[in-house]
């Protein structure tokens, strides 16, 4: 199955795909969209990647806007 990263902001929609469903993966497809991931917490990374492997989709909230992590 193939996902991907999207950003939401109040600029507008980017969106990156995932090369895995992997917190690895999430995390190379934040740089791409320029997210700063220093501070993001471990756990909930994996949470989100958890959710969107049980339902299709994940969502969280950072800096600027909010990510979703999607089934294609």
């Known amino acids: 199955?193939?996902?991907s990263l999207t950003l939401i902001t109040s600029a507008g929609i980017r969106t990156a795909p995932l090369s895995?469903?992997?917190a690895a993966a999430l995390l190379e497809a934040?740089?791409?969209?320029?997210?700063?991931?220093?501070t993001w917490d471990a756990a909930e990374v994996?949470?989100?990647?958890?959710k969107?492997?049980?339902?299709?989709e994940g969502m969280i909230?950072?800096?600027g806007g909010s990510l979703v992590v999607r089934r294609a």
């Open 30 to 38: 934040a740089a791409e969209l320029g997210i700063n991931t220093v």
């Open 61 to 63: 909230m950072c800096a």
């Open 52 to 56: 969107a492997a049980d339902s299709g």
């Open 46 to 50: 994996r949470r989100l990647v958890d």
């Open 20 to 22: 895995e469903l992997s």
């Open 1 to 3: 199955m193939h996902y």
